[in-house]
């Protein structure tokens, strides 16, 4: 059976490059080149989230925070540990997206109650938006760590809470700028993402059972 081929080595060497795609094994990096893309990957990404959402007429109007919290969190994951699962495009955006509308959602239920009995409750809203968001990502297979924390600032966060459904806009375009500035930084000397949906492993596993199970019935 022909081993699994990404979409990606279909493209011109030149542009698969930037989404990742290596023909051969990525060698192995010193402590020092990793050290230093880390860093300069997490000042660079949290500072474009910043310089958009901190000095932009439009989302100053609207009173968006000057960034989302947990996109710190993931910094540490998306330029640090850009080989691990958690780290991969479908855990980032998906799991920040999942749990802001989860804690939006959940919030908003809280919310029909009275203002000084939301106030009073914000720390039940936060934990159940939480505790919910893990299992769907667990479900969806989106599990990001940072996201946690997305899904609780909906509740307890005053300035995100304010802002209500315009959350989720802010968080997907948070999540596209951090994987925009992960492809460019990232891919100049190290490799990310090592996979956009699930690993080449996972998929060659399934098409080897689809193929025992059809020479199977012949």
């Known amino acids: 059976m022909p081993s699994y081929q990404s979409p990606l080595a279909r493209l011109p060497r030149w542009i698969s490059h930037w989404f990742g795609y290596r023909a051969t094994p990525s060698p192995k990096r010193a402590d020092y080149t990793v050290w230093f893309w880390s860093f300069i990957g997490a000042f660079c990404g949290l500072s474009v989230l910043q310089a958009l959402f901190d000095h932009s007429h439009y989302f100053l109007q609207r009173h968006v925070p000057p960034i989302i919290a947990s996109y710190g969190a993931s910094a540490v994951l998306c330029y640090g540990a850009i080989e691990a699962p958690l780290s991969q495009p479908r855990a980032l955006m998906g799991g920040h997206f999942i749990s802001a509308v989860i804690g939006v959602g959940i919030t908003k239920l809280f919310s029909l109650l009275p203002t000084e009995r939301l106030d ?25 760590p940072p996201a946690g924390a997305t899904a609780l600032l909906a509740a307890v966060s005053p300035e995100v809470y304010a802002i209500g459904w315009y959350y989720l806009l ?41 193929q025992s199970s059809s020479d199977s019935v012949v």
Do not use: C, F
């Open 120 to 144: 009073q409750l914000r720390w039940l809203a936060g934990s159940l938006s939480t505790a919910t968001a893990i299992v769907v990502m667990q479900i969806t297979k989106t599990t990001h």
């Open 170 to 210: 802010i968080v997907l375009l948070s999540s596209t700028l951090v994987l925009v500035s992960a492809l460019a930084i990232n891919n100049i000397q190290r490799r990310y993402p090592v996979y956009w949906w699930e690993p080449a492993s996972v998929v060659h596993a399934v098409e080897k059972d689809s």
